[in-house]
């Protein structure tokens, strides 16, 4: 349609560009001390201010030019998993955000300090043999089909 998509989503799933993917936290640590985290981290940003949190749930605003965006975080405690979105809610259609929400969700979870981006610890044991880039290299190494390699484990028997 030629007109930006100021959204990133853990959920975008099917639009790669959009896509971001969830944080793990680490065995242990309480989802209120997950929520603290976060929002010490929105904090520290002086365009960020949280609007409302649960013990599970946390939603800010960002202020961007002329442009308001919410960002929203659900953290689910059975999977230590931080899922979110950050979109434009407000503000003149059209406007890109420059990849902004991307950043800005980054940057959070820098500054959070415990945070990791779902399967990075898979993805950093099979760096130096394949590298691979964003959700798309993940689902075709999970598929096996990066590097070719591995696929023999499965098919052959040792004999």
């Known amino acids: 349609s030629g007109k930006p998509n100021n959204c990133v989503s853990t959920a975008s799933v099917r639009q790669l560009d959009n896509f971001m993917a969830p ?8 989802t209120t001390e997950v929520v603290a985290r976060i929002k010490g981290a929105v904090s520290t940003n002086n365009r960020l201010e949280v ?4 013990d599970t749930t946390l ?3 960002a202020i961007r ?8 975080f659900l953290i689910n405690p059975e999977d230590r998993v931080i899922t979110f979105v950050s979109q434009q809610v407000d503000g003149p259609d059209g406007t890109p ?7 800005r969700l980054e940057d959070i979870r820098r500054r ?3 945070f990791n981006v779902m399967g990075s610890d898979i993805e950093d044991a099979y760096m130096a043999e394949s590298p691979r880039q964003g959700a798309f290299g993940q689902l075709k ?4 089909i ?3 390699r591995g696929f023999e484990d499965v098919l052959l028997d040792d004999e």
């Open 23 to 30: 944080w793990t936290y680490p065995k242990g640590m309480p």
């Open 51 to 54: 609007l409302d949190q649960t």
């Open 59 to 61: 939603q800010a605003q």
């Open 65 to 72: 030019n002329f442009c308001t965006d919410q960002i929203q």
């Open 97 to 103: 955000d420059f990849g902004e929400n991307r950043k």
């Open 112 to 114: 959070a300090g415990v």
């Open 141 to 144: 190494a999970f598929y096996g």
């Open 146 to 148: 990066q590097s070719g």
